[in-house]
């Protein structure tokens, strides 16, 4: 609202009290009314500074997003998906990834913070509870259940259901929002921070502030020792590394696309 649209309003308001007040009415009602009537644009009036004053958490830029492609190819439309099995259904809720470990048996996180472990008949059992929001997982050469939780970072859960964190923080910038990993041949972690300053319940003002404020990183658990390989990515979502791990691709969500990071030499 402008200035001087608010100063018409106001002086409307004001002159609607003065006339309500001086049909038929006693001196102290009008002042009544016109004591509620300036105090009530007083607090409209106070809100709009506040607004104006206050810097809010979003810090946006424009973004105008290029024409979608074509759907044709690889991205035709199909419904594949129609002769899909559906596993525990109402018992695992919002899983964000699954991987399978030696015996068959599927795992999954929930929205509350679970592990779901599904055996090979289709029964569900909790395996692990991170007390997060467990996303991208996956099962390392030792048969430890790597997870990316939004809140709680890089975990190691054992076979057992022990959880270790193996990774909070990169560059001296803590983790806001750890989504998704993949592991090489070597063992080596490589994931995502989607956003360095906004929690996932807050990830929606990423989308509006429209700046790169995701991250891909690794993690030796040799050394123990994170990295921040690239940063400055728009809402670092899924990772996979490529067959021959010479290339990554991360997902790159609020710019609907992935983006290729070549791997040369000695990457660590």
């Known amino acids: 609202m402008s200035c001087s649209l608010f100063c018409a309003v106001f002086t ?3 002159e609607y009290f003065h006339s ?8 102290k ?8 009537a300036y105090g009530f644009l007083s607090l409209i009036l106070a809100g709009i500074l506040l607004f104006v004053i206050i810097p809010g958490p979003v810090d946006s830029v424009p973004y105008h997003p290029p024409p979608p ?5 690889v991205l035709a439309p199909n ?3 129609k002769q899909a099995e ?3 259904r109402g018992v695992i809720h919002g899983p964000e990834d699954v991987d399978v470990d030696g015996r068959g048996r599927i795992y999954g996180g929930t929205r509350d913070g679970k592990i779901v472990r599904i055996a090979k008949d289709g029964t569900p059992e909790i395996f692990a509870k991170t007390g997060g929001r467990p996303l991208g997982l996956h ?5 430890n259940l790597i997870v990316c939780d939004a809140w709680k970072g890089l975990l190691s859960i054992d076979p057992r259901g022990n959880i270790t964190t193996l990774s909070a923080e990169a560059e001296g910038v803590p983790f806001s929002l750890t989504n998704d990993l993949d592991i090489d041949a070597r063992g080596i972690i490589y994931f995502t921070d989607a956003s360095s300053k906004f929690h996932r319940p807050e990830y929606k003002l990423d989308l509006l502030e429209a700046r790169p404020n995701g991250r891909f990183l690794s993690y030796n658990p040799d050394t123990k020792e994170t990295k921040e390989l690239l940063r400055g990515l728009y809402f670092a979502n899924g990772v996979a590394l490529s067959q021959n791990e010479d290339f990554a691709l991360v997902n790159e969500s609020y710019r609907q696309g ?8 000695n990457r660590l």
């Open 258 to 265: 992935n983006r290729m990071i070549i791997f040369e030499g």
């Open 86 to 88: 559906i596993l525990a």
């Open 12 to 14: 409307a308001f004001i």
């Open 29 to 36: 009602t009008r002042t009544r009314l016109m004591k509620y």
């Open 20 to 27: 309500l007040a001086g049909v038929g009415t006693r001196k």
């Open 69 to 73: 492609p074509a759907l044709t190819g």
């Open 139 to 143: 099962f390392d050469g030792r048969g």
């Open 79 to 81: 419904d594949d998906l």
